[in-house]
């Protein structure tokens, strides 16, 4: 097991502009969904992929997409980037039918 | 509107004491409730979880309490040490689906 690994580490961007986190699921793990934590909060979930399709979707504009691939990796894309997208966004996996998250170390956005 | 509520966004308990850490939720469809912990510059890491058909759920040093007629869930850890200094989140879900989580409670273990 590699576990969940998520790059880049930290990043900064300015309003408007675009972006793409990238994760790495943990082999066997064909179920990932992203989350995006704000300073002192709890992690939102942002969606969630399997088998490559998304199949349940928390309360973010149609600026945040994904993509999950057959190789267990998977991206988050934010588009039209705000002030308020500066977090710590984190991916996490798991077997479906599993309740047990594994989560990467996340990657930081600072929106400028 | 906070499904998952951890009112106290802090703790410190002496080495050696027990912790306890508490959290609320209001919606009665979840069906399993998990507790993590995250140190700095980490993510948040499994610790235990309970299902709502349970009131208890015990592993070596932590043991999750499910008060369901009261939406109250609690984590105990006896002994405390030091390593366990960390934020710790309560999450909830149903369906297997989505986690709630609260926002978080940070435990310091003063020695």
């Known amino acids: 097991e590699t576990g969940v690994t998520q790059s880049p580490t930290h990043l900064i961007k300015t309003r408007g502009q675009q972006v793409t986190l990238r994760c790495s699921s943990q082999?066997?793990?064909?179920?990932v969904s992203w989350y995006q934590q704000a300073l002192g909060q709890g992690p939102q979930f942002i969606f969630q992929?399997?088998?490559?399709?998304?199949?349940g979707r928390g309360n973010f504009p149609p600026r945040f997409s994904g993509l999950q691939f057959p190789n267990y990796s998977s991206e988050l894309n934010v588009n039209a980037l705000e002030l308020d997208d500066s977090a710590l966004y984190l991916c996490?996996?798991?077997?479906?039918?599993?309740?047990?998250?594994?989560f990467g170390a996340g990657s930081r956005l600072t929106v400028l | 509107d906070q499904q998952v509520k951890q009112n106290s966004p802090s703790l410190s308990v002496q080495e050696g004491r027990i912790s306890i850490l508490n959290c609320d939720y209001t919606?009665?469809?979840?069906?399993?409730f998990l507790w993590y912990k995250k140190y700095p510059a980490e993510g948040p890491t499994f610790l235990i979880s309970?299902?709502?058909i349970k009131d208890k759920n015990e592993d070596g040093r932590f043991t999750v309490f499910l008060n369901k007629s009261a939406k109250h869930l609690s984590l105990h850890i006896v002994p405390s040490q030091p390593g366990d200094s960390a934020v710790y989140f309560c999450?909830?879900?149903?369906?297997?689906?989505?986690?709630?989580w609260g926002a978080g409670t940070k435990l310091i273990i003063k020695p």
């Open positions: 919606n009665s469809m979840f069906d399993y």
């Open positions: 999450a909830a879900t149903w369906g297997n689906y989505q986690l709630i």
């Open positions: 082999s066997g793990h064909n179920t």
């Open positions: 309970i299902s709502s």
């Open positions: 992929y399997y088998r490559e399709e998304e199949n």
């Open positions: 996490a996996s798991r077997p479906r039918g599993a309740n047990v998250l594994t």
